[in-house]
């Protein structure tokens, strides 16, 4: 398992004006468990044709720099529970060997308190080995009194994002149009064919990896 740090800060004018959900406190990390998604030239190009698209309709979106698929929730973890959390999440996760997700359907998503909307890809297969990933990030979650996935999640990888709910927006025409975009684009169904080698968590500015056998 590898550590990487980045230099963490709080400037919101680095990721675009958002802005926290929770305080950043002394002693308080944020804290998530993902599975990047390392993109090709080929992926680019399809994001630059949807995100173009799409701000015929919202013109304030933002595509996203990396992406991932989610297995938690962002969480606020104290710093001297990061080790034994990290632990236990390799403990958990030791047995998991690498799988295959289609993500290729255009979908509408919203934060919980719908200060954002994005636009993802949805997992339309793979759906099973993402929930038992999730039923085991879950325990860890509940031996640190922390909130657990959501119920009936919809996997996604998420591609561009801009501030308010926007929903209106983006659904029914312009959806329709951004998946007519997918669909036809040229070998799309291998290249949203999505192998998964690893799983992610990053703590504030610590990254830790787990890879899958």
Known sequence: EQEQQEKGDDDSSRHGGRVRCFPHERGNWATHVYMPYEVQEDFLELLDLLVTHARTYVSSLTAMEEFHVSLSQSVVLRYHWINPFVQSLKERLAAFCRFFCVADRVKVYTNQNKTRTFIGLEVSAGHCQLLELVSEVDKVMEEFDLPTFYKDPSFHISLAWCVGDLT???????????????DRFEDSALLLRVQWEQIRCKSGNKFFSFPLR
């Not at 209106?168 to 997918?182: N, R």
Request: aromatic share 0%; proline share 0%; net charge negative.
């Open 168 to 182: 209106g927006s983006l659904e029914g025409q312009c959806l329709q149009e951004l998946q007519d975009i997918v």
